[in-house]
């Protein structure tokens, strides 16, 4: 299935919504409206509340999560990332380091409007720096992962070309940070985020987790260019349709919450011209979001098989060990399993879907255009989210579990995020 024609929604230059001709100046002119205005608003609302991680009902289930080993490169990232921090000035370890139960975690947004005072933009950092931190993620990340990451930038670079804002949309407009100090024993771990992505990676002796996960493309693929063929989230997009499609009738009436992304149908509190209809964005840390749509327990074998292809198309950014704990968790709890379905199923028709149980949450959401003109949802717009609720976004769970088990741990007093 190809995607539609994102070219007819790419705006005049007298109408790009690009403000200035640098990140900071665009910044500027944008915090003036008050839709952002509002939206700054609530995410710090939402920042301000203590980290409980999301549920379904407001109550985190406990023991969900255990301390284990996973074979994580944790010696080949420690040596990566000693390696950046070698060459880092005092002023840049001072801005983008921050204790491991730093709040910090939680202070990525995924626009493109570059509030921070704080991290190392890899668009300003020398090549080196930048080529050092993406090492670090290369060494961290599964192969697939890491390509995918990186075609999630280029994208972004694609974007800003597209609508006369390279400074705003670049292939290293991004932030990162560290946090704790790289080890064998303690947890530590590292930030990447800016428009479309944002990477959260906690690691913790032989253990390690990469959530919340934030991942997007505006258009999703490119015509022209030095990235030309260059397509994102295809395979999410296919497997999800064809897993919806695989249902049978009454299969189909119990996953479909609404027939429309954009009709009267959609469930109360759903904002679709701002947030699209993911639930897990920036500074939804907490947000409870009860289970909808089709049980896992009403799965046939042939659609739990579909089910779990497309989990692993969103947890395969981790290496492998970690991949296969993490895919042994999500079947452990498949019983428990919900996937719901919001708008059409014909080709190229707008969707959203959800997967959701105790120890992963996921979405993807075709969103309405930006920075490109389209009024509302499209297939060439695409925001995808991976959390895991229950307490253990940001490895917190874990990293409460080893200072409570610790005794070299027992004089120090634990903070949450």
């Given at each position: 299935m190809g995607r539609s024609?994102?070219?007819?929604?790419?705006?005049?230059?007298?109408?790009?919504?690009?403000?200035?001709?640098?990140?900071?100046?665009?910044?500027?002119?944008?915090?003036?409206?008050?839709?952002?205005?509002?939206?700054?608003?609530?995410?710090?609302?939402?920042?301000?509340?203590?980290?409980?991680?999301?549920?379904?009902?407001?109550?985190?289930?406990?023991?969900?999560?255990?301390?284990?080993?996973?074979?994580?490169p944790t010696e080949q990232a420690i040596i990566a990332a000693n390696h950046l921090i070698g060459l880092l000035t005092e002023d840049q370890l001072r801005v983008s380091s921050f204790k491991i139960f730093s709040k910090q975690w939680r202070n990525w947004q995924n626009t493109e409007i570059y509030l921070e005072d704080y991290g190392l933009r890899l668009?300003?950092?020398?090549?080196?720096v930048r080529d050092a931190i993406l090492e670090?993620?290369?060494?961290?990340?599964?192969?697939?992962?890491y390509q995918k990451t990186r075609n999630v930038m280029r994208l972004n670079g694609f974007l800003g070309d597209l609508?006369?804002?390279?400074?705003?949309?670049?292939?290293?407009?991004?932030?990162?940070n560290l946090f704790g100090t790289p080890s064998t024993t303690e947890p530590w771990g590292w930030q990447m985020f800016g428009h479309h992505l944002c990477l959260n990676c906690l690691i913790l002796a032989d253990q390690m987790t990469i959530t919340p996960t934030f991942m997007g493309g505006e258009p999703c693929n490119a015509d022209e260019g030095p990235h030309k063929g260059l397509s994102i989230f295809d395979d999410e997009e296919r497997c999800g349709l064809e897993l919806m499609r695989s249902f049978s009738k009454k299969q189909k009436a119990q996953a479909l919450v609404a027939h429309s992304m954009v009709g009267g149908d959609l469930p109360e509190g759903r904002r679709v011209r701002h947030d699209?209809?993911?639930?897990?964005?920036?500074?939804?840390?907490?947000?409870?979001?009860?289970?909808e749509g089709l049980s896992g327990v009403d799965f046939t074998r042939p659609q739990r098989n579909k089910l779990l292809g497309l989990i692993a198309e969103y947890l395969g950014a981790l290496p492998t060990g970690p991949f296969e704990a993490k895919m042994e968790d999500?079947?452990?709890?498949?019983?428990?399993?919900?996937?719901?379905?919001?708008?059409?199923q014909a080709d190229n028709q707008p969707f959203y879907y959800r997967i959701q149980s105790p120890v992963t949450l996921i979405e993807f959401d075709h969103h309405a255009g930006v920075f490109l003109d389209n009024a509302e949802p499209r297939d060439f717009h695409v925001h995808t989210l991976v959390r895991t609720p229950n307490g253990n976004d940001y490895g917190v769970d874990l990293i409460r579990q080893h200072y409570d088990s610790s005794p070299h741990h027992k004089e120090h007093h634990y903070n949450k995020i």
């Amino acid at each position: 299935m190809g995607r539609s024609d994102y070219r007819k929604f790419v705006p005049l230059p007298e109408n790009s919504k690009v403000q200035g001709g640098t990140a900071r100046e665009h910044a500027n002119k944008v915090l003036n409206s008050p839709i952002i205005k509002e939206i700054l608003d609530g995410w710090q609302k939402m920042y301000a509340v203590p980290y409980k991680g999301m549920t379904v009902d407001g109550e985190v289930i406990q023991g969900l999560f255990n301390l284990r080993s996973e074979s994580v490169p944790t010696e080949q990232a420690i040596i990566a990332a000693n390696h950046l921090i070698g060459l880092l000035t005092e002023d840049q370890l001072r801005v983008s380091s921050f204790k491991i139960f730093s709040k910090q975690w939680r202070n990525w947004q995924n626009t493109e409007i570059y509030l921070e005072d704080y991290g190392l933009r890899l668009a300003e950092v020398s090549k080196p720096v930048r080529d050092a931190i993406l090492e670090v993620m290369r060494v961290c990340l599964s192969q697939k992962g890491y390509q995918k990451t990186r075609n999630v930038m280029r994208l972004n670079g694609f974007l800003g070309d597209l609508v006369g804002g390279p400074n705003i949309f670049g292939e290293f407009t991004y932030i990162f940070n560290l946090f704790g100090t790289p080890s064998t024993t303690e947890p530590w771990g590292w930030q990447m985020f800016g428009h479309h992505l944002c990477l959260n990676c906690l690691i913790l002796a032989d253990q390690m987790t990469i959530t919340p996960t934030f991942m997007g493309g505006e258009p999703c693929n490119a015509d022209e260019g030095p990235h030309k063929g260059l397509s994102i989230f295809d395979d999410e997009e296919r497997c999800g349709l064809e897993l919806m499609r695989s249902f049978s009738k009454k299969q189909k009436a119990q996953a479909l919450v609404a027939h429309s992304m954009v009709g009267g149908d959609l469930p109360e509190g759903r904002r679709v011209r701002h947030d699209g209809l993911h639930l897990g964005g920036a500074y939804c840390d907490n947000r409870i979001v009860p289970y909808e749509g089709l049980s896992g327990v009403d799965f046939t074998r042939p659609q739990r098989n579909k089910l779990l292809g497309l989990i692993a198309e969103y947890l395969g950014a981790l290496p492998t060990g970690p991949f296969e704990a993490k895919m042994e968790d999500v079947e452990d709890h498949f019983k428990d399993m919900h996937f719901c379905w919001i708008g059409g199923q014909a080709d190229n028709q707008p969707f959203y879907y959800r997967i959701q149980s105790p120890v992963t949450l996921i979405e993807f959401d075709h969103h309405a255009g930006v920075f490109l003109d389209n009024a509302e949802p499209r297939d060439f717009h695409v925001h995808t989210l991976v959390r895991t609720p229950n307490g253990n976004d940001y490895g917190v769970d874990l990293i409460r579990q080893h200072y409570d088990s610790s005794p070299h741990h027992k004089e120090h007093h634990y903070n949450k995020i």
